[in-house]
């Protein structure tokens, strides 16, 4: 019998791993219902729900795992621990109030990039989507501008609110690693001669 792929070796690391930190993770995020622990699944087939676990009330860890760039080379996104509790932290502070307060779904463009990813799709070497502590959002019936003018009047506890590339764009963002000071920080990204510009506040 060969010996099983990489990624079942790491399905199986992980889900010894949930058992032992299953717990404590839900007194960082202030949970208060018993997370289940993922099903152990061999076929990649069965990744989201390898990946399907509660975050926050209305969010699920699987939404932030899918990327059709990675789909597309056949590899699949598996998040570290640290992946999942930051994950936690950006949907508890900041996607969770954002929901309540617009009433609306918000749909995730863009979660968790592992390194690899990162750099297949030229993302920037410091992206906070690498340790997931950042998504791209899309809100159905706002304009990523009205999104990001929402999370600044909410005053959510973001390290960056981008308003990417617009009008077609989207809304980016991102907590601080943990233990630090979110610097609140809001930014328009644009293209400008082929090279992506940042202006200071969001911008229509
Ligand atoms: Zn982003």
């Known amino acids: ?61 699987a939404e932030f795992c899918t990327s059709q760039e990675a789909a597309r080379r056949g590899r699949i996104i598996l998040p570290t621990d640290t992946d999942t509790q930051n994950l936690a932290r950006l949907c508890v502070t900041v996607l969770e109030p954002l ?11 863009s979660g968790l990039r592992p390194p690899w990813l990162n750099a297949v799709i030229g993302g920037s070497p410091t992206s906070a989507h690498q340790d997931g502590r950042a998504a791209d959002i899309l809100v159905p019936g706002l304009t990523p501008f009205e999104v990001c003018e929402r999370v600044a009047a909410l005053g959510l506890p973001v390290d960056q609110c981008i308003h990417e590339f617009p009008p077609q764009g989207w809304t980016h963002v991102a907590i601080p690693p943990s233990g630090d000071t979110a610097r609140n920080q809001y930014l328009t990204a644009r293209v400008h001669a082929g090279r992506t510009i940042y202006e200071s506040g969001v911008h229509a």
């Open 99 to 109: 929901r309540t307060d617009l009433g609306r779904a918000i749909i995730i463009s």
């Open 1 to 61: 019998m060969p010996p099983p792929p990489p990624e079942l070796r790491e399905l199986v690391d992980r889900r010894s791993s949930y058992r032992r930190d299953h717990v404590s993770r839900q007194a960082d995020v202030g949970f208060v219902t018993p997370i289940p622990i993922p099903i152990l699944v061999a076929g990649r087939h069965e990744r989201s729900r390898e990946t399907s676990m509660k975050l926050s009330e209305h969010f699920d860890l």
